[in-house]
């Protein structure tokens, strides 16, 4: 039995370590099974929840402590483990029974002292157990400000977006705004900054995927939501002005889904890495016009009509639609005009674009549509 216990007790220790490492020292994306288990069942509970909740505001509230309450049940997790895997290897080595053992590591894990084998057979072991301690508790603070340094500089673009694309954010609202205050011209820094913005989130969120589930201060806004505006208003501008410069715009767009593959290939979700750009698309040529009347209804220039247009948009559009939209589900992001059903029907969210020179009557004004289609409650 002691034989067993040693054995169960080093497996243990070494996988949380190996848990630890993952997720707070290796600088690459490694996926840590523990940490993954964790944050699912830490998230379980609150989705049930938040899945029969009607509106966009409610699910945001209540899916809102889920990533931070996962951090400290993951760190709860570690040191549960730890003192049961020294435990066990204590319970190995000496004569003690398993419930004297717990206490012995546990006592050394958190530096306590009140538990004292005097045995020389337990010096190593409490020794590990009391180093150990420490060290995942120092590594986890330093963890955190690493972690929300992250986010705020993702929130930062998506608050900076609310102007440009309304709230929550959509492709052709971006290009309207544009049109509406005559700076068509000027879309390309925009794209710049997101082409920027992408890749430093697809570096963190594969990083930290914790970071996935992190949501915006305001229920409107989401950074997959702002992510699949500006690649919607980059593949719209390709598609209906192509005498005009493509470089940053493309460049924008292929950043954009390159990280959306990332993060894919980091949580497990297949995806077709060269989609045929006459694929399937969940959005239809109607909603498509719908946009199209959005952007002419502010002036934007088009060399191409709606009908010559569609074939081009939806070539780019079938490179990271099918991604965007089971990552939104998944992460119930506010439900935004092309970007997909969720786990539960809810309301559209479409934007006003405000008339030029002064505010619009409300502070978020939306106009609501329900879907119908429903999908799995699974994660």
């Known amino acids: 039995m002691r034989a067993v216990f040693g054995v169960l007790g080093a497996v243990l220790v070494l996988g949380i370590f190996s848990s630890v490492l993952r997720t707070l020292v290796i600088p690459r994306p490694t996926r840590s099974s523990f940490t993954r288990i964790v944050q699912q069942a830490v998230r379980w509970p609150f989705q049930r929840v938040a899945d029969l909740a009607r509106g966009a505001e409610t699910k945001d509230r209540v899916l809102a402590p889920v990533a931070p309450l996962s951090i400290v049940i993951t760190l709860m997790g570690w040191l549960f483990c ?28 958190f530096t306590l002292g009140f ?19 420490p060290i995942v508790i120092g590594l986890q603070i330093g963890y955190l400000p690493t972690l929300y340094a992250a986010y705020q500089r993702r929130e930062t673009e ?85 005498s005009h410069p493509q470089s940053e715009v493309r460049m924008a767009l292929r950043a954009g889904f390159v990280c959306l593959r990332d993060i894919a ?16 698309l969940e959005l ?40 965007a939209q089971r990552l939104a589900r998944d992460i119930d992001a506010v439900p935004a ?30 106009q609501e549509r329900v879907t119908s289609q429903k999908l799995p409650l699974g994660i």
Not at 160 to 178: D, F, M, T, V
Not at 265 to 280: C, T
């Open 158 to 242: 998506v608050t900076l977006l609310q102007a440009r694309a309304g709230s929550p954010p959509w492709g052709p609202e971006i290009l309207a705004r544009y049109a509406q205050v005559d700076v068509v011209n000027s879309v390309g820094e925009l794209f710049r900054s997101w082409e920027r913005w992408s890749a430093e989130v697809g570096e963190s969120h594969t990083t930290y995927p914790v970071l996935i589930h992190f949501r915006s201060p305001k229920a409107t806004r989401n950074w997959l939501i702002a992510l699949l505006a500006v690649m919607d208003a980059a593949a719209l501008r390709l598609a209906f002005n192509p």
């Open 284 to 323: 239809t040529y109607e909603d498509f016009l719908v946009g199209v009347a959005r952007m002419r209804e502010q002036g934007y220039p088009t060399e191409r009509s709606p009908e010559e247009a569609w074939p081009h948009f939806r070539g780019w559009r079938v490179n990271y639609e099918e991604l």
């Open 265 to 280: 290939d980091m949580q497990g979700i297949a995806y077709d890495p060269d989609p045929h750009p006459d694929g399937p």
């Open 82 to 109: 730890f003192m049961v895997g020294y435990g066990l290897l204590e319970a190995a080595v000496s004569g003690l029974g398993l419930r004297e053992s717990l206490t012995e590591s546990g006592s050394s894990l």
């Open 337 to 366: 005009p092309w970007s997909g059903p969720r786990r539960t029907p809810v309301a559209i969210r479409t934007p006003v674009t405000p008339d030029p020179g002064r505010p619009p009557a409300r502070t978020a004004p939306v």
């Open 115 to 133: 538990a004292a084998g005097n045995r020389a057979s337990l010096n190593a072991i409490d020794f590990c157990a009391a180093a150990t301690g």
